[in-house]
Each structure stands twice: as structure tokens, then as C-alpha cells.
């Protein structure tokens, strides 16, 4: 079956502008999780999507936010992007238990000038 | 504060060779798991391990997690440059609440 797949796989954006990246998760996977990933920090946690409901969330700043759409698909917004925001953004979808495996998509890397 | 830390952060070895790299914390993990990143891609789980002392083997990968559930290692036998790539470490910590920590990962190449 098709894997995680996430659009745009790369972005240009200045700052202050704002962003929404989009992930399709695996057919039947009712969790999607979001991730930012840089060099300094790591892969970080953003927060995670169940059957359209916030379940957790990281600790990041309210100009991150997501949503999740009635077939599990969903998005991230970044607002009043700053250039700290430059990153690979990565979502994972599971099944949705807390033992089931995560699969990553390929991400999407934003660039923030 | 990173909560997991990796190391060696870079290992550059020749085909064949054998190494180790380490995930180290002072918390209590319910469970770590193992994944590989290849550039351009996102990572891929290899094994997750949830009882202390635990031992795992996948080919000529070797994962242990510490007898006290704070520190992990990946052992590789005899290297190959498939095994290229970003080795990272992801713990669970318990409670209700479901956030993973991963450590900035181990970026390993393989020379032929």
C-alpha cells in the first residue's frame, strides 16, 4: 500500500509570511503526528491528530498549528514565519495506539529567507 | 537540555569494521525505539525495545536497552555502506500522554 506522502516536498518562504505544509497519511492510519527537524535541535514533536482531534502537543508556540480532515489527512500552519522556522517538517501516521509503529513521510524542507 | 543524548554525534569507518553508538538519559523510558534516516527521506523504525536488559537482533544489527530502562546501544557487525545514514534514538517516557523523544542522532558513513 501507499506510504506517507507530503506536498510540497520543498517550500521558499520570506518572513512573516505564512505556510501550510499537507500530509496523507497511510490508507486505514487515524493518528498523524508532526515533527521539525534541524541540525541544532533534532526531531522535535509537534503535536498529534487522532480521528481529528488534537491528542498531544509539544512545546512550541501558538504560530504552529495543525488540523485533521475526516479521512485522516492533515495539515500544519506556520504563521509569521521567522528564519529559526527553516527546517524539514515530517509527519508520521500509525494506527493510533501508543505500541503502534510510526511511519514517516519524506517531509517537506522549508526555507525561510 | 537534550533528554536523549547520542554519541559518537559522527562515525566515518571502512567497510567491514564493527562499531557501537550509544543513547544515554537520566529518565526512565517505558519503551526506545531505533531509526534510520537516509538523506532525503523520513526515518524508518528498526526495532523498538521495552523490558530492561532486553536484547534484539535484526541481521547483523544488535540493540540492547539498559537493564534500569535510561540507556541503549546499537551495535553493527561488520559494516557495509548500505548501512549509511542518521541512526536516531526515541524514547517514550510513561504516563497517559504519548510525546516521543528522540536524540539528535548518530550520522554514520560506511566507506567501501
Known amino acids: 500500500k501507499a506510504g506517507v506522502t507530503q506536498t510540497p516536498r520543498y517550500l521558499i518562504k520570506t518572513r512573516g509570511q505564512q505556510v501550510t505544509l499537507s500530509c496523507s497519511p497511510i490508507?486505514?492510519?487515524?493518528?498523524v503526528s508532526w515533527y521539525q527537524q534541524t541540525p541544532g535541535q533534532g526531531l522535535q514533536f509537534l503535536f498529534e491528530?487522532?480521528?481529528?482531534?488534537?491528542?498531544n502537543k509539544g512545546n512550541f508556540p501558538g504560530r504552529f498549528s495543525g488540523r485533521q480532515f475526516s479521512n485522516s489527512r492533515s495539515e500544519m500552519n506556520v504563521s509569521t514565519l521567522e528564519l529559526g522556522d527553516s527546517a524539514l517538517y515530517l509527519c508520521?501516521?500509525?494506527?493510533?495506539?501508543?505500541?503502534?509503529?510510526?511511519?514517516f513521510g519524506p517531509g517537506t524542507r522549508l526555507t525561510v529567507l | 537540555t537534550q533528554l536523549l543524548e547520542q554519541s559518537p554525534q559522527f562515525l566515518s569507518i571502512q567497510e567491514g569494521e564493527n562499531l557501537t553508538v550509544y543513547c544515554n538519559s537520566s529518565?526512565?523510558?517505558?519503551?526506545l525505539q531505533w531509526y534510520r534516516q537516509e538523506p532525503g527521506e523520513g526515518p524508518v523504525l528498526l526495532v523498538t525495545?521495552?523490558?530492561?536488559?532486553e536484547v534484539k537482533k535484526l541481521k547483523r544489527l544488535t540493540f540492547q536497552f539498559g537493564d534500569a530502562r535510561k540507556d541503549s546501544s546499537l551495535h553493527i557487525t561488520a559494516a557495509q555502506p548500505g548501512d549509511t545514514g542518521l541512526y536516531l534514538c526515541?524514547?517514550?517516557?510513561?504516563?497517559?500522554?504519548?510525546?516521543?523523544?528522540f536524540g539528535r542522532g548518530t550520522s554514520l558513513i560506511v566507506h567501501p
Open positions: 526515541a524514547g517514550a517516557l510513561g504516563g497517559g500522554s504519548y510525546i516521543p523523544t
Open positions: 529518565s526512565v523510558f517505558s519503551s
Open positions: 491528530y487522532f480521528s481529528e482531534t488534537q491528542r
Open positions: 525495545v521495552v523490558t530492561g536488559g
Open positions: 508520521a501516521s500509525s494506527l493510533g495506539s501508543r505500541d503502534n509503529e510510526q511511519f
Open positions: 490508507s486505514g492510519h487515524r493518528s
